[in-house]
């Protein structure tokens, strides 16, 4: 009785890392992205924005609001810090989002469910933040160490201000919120 050596199968690609590109490169190619995302093209293109914002000495926590809010000023700002263009420390905060215009009368079972759904959105975040993988059940646990949440999108942004405006939330910029006092 001989055992049958079984045959190992090649695997296929896996050619190695991918090629480096410089940062001029980058930049260059961030900026030939600007038009296709001025245009409202798909996620998938905001997508391949944060791979290329990655490869950059940007720091990442400054990608995500980029990204998820498709924010194309803090796109173009970040163009101009990678090409070494110094900005006023003023314009690096984030805007504070103004009433130029009378919030439109939202009815209060509405702001209810909002302030309800952002709560739950919280909670969840929270809780998603805490439970992440290598944290044993003999050590201290981890803290969820995160300021503001986007609210959820099932209400328009108009009741996320008018609940801003009532103060039962705090704008911080760039469509985030939190509770107040935390």
Do not use: C
Request: charged share 30%; aromatic share 4%.
């Amino acid at each position: 009785m001989s055992k049958k050596k079984k045959k190992r199968k090649n695997k296929h690609g896996g050619s190695g890392p991918p090629p480096q590109m410089n940062a001029e490169a980058l930049v260059e190619a961030l900026v030939a992205l600007r038009p296709a995302l001025e245009a409202g093209d798909s996620g998938r293109t905001w997508g391949e924005a944060h791979k290329l914002f990655l490869k950059t000495s940007i720091d990442a926590s400054r990608l995500g609001p980029m990204v998820i809010g498709r924010d194309l000023a803090l796109f173009d700002q970040l163009i101009r810090s990678l090409q070494g263009v110094e900005e006023p420390e003023e314009a690096i905060e984030p805007e504070p989002e103004g009433d130029s215009e009378p919030a439109p009368e939202i009815p209060v079972e509405t702001l209810r469910k909002a302030i309800k759904a952002f709560r739950r959105r919280l909670k969840l975040t929270k809780l998603d933040m805490e439970s992440k993988l290598g944290v044993g059940p003999m050590s201290g646990g981890r803290t969820a160490d995160f300021e503001s949440i986007l609210p959820p999108n099932e209400f328009p942004a108009e009741v996320w201000k008018a609940l801003a405006a009532d103060g039962r939330l705090e704008a911080t910029g760039r469509g985030f919120y939190k509770l107040p006092g935390s």
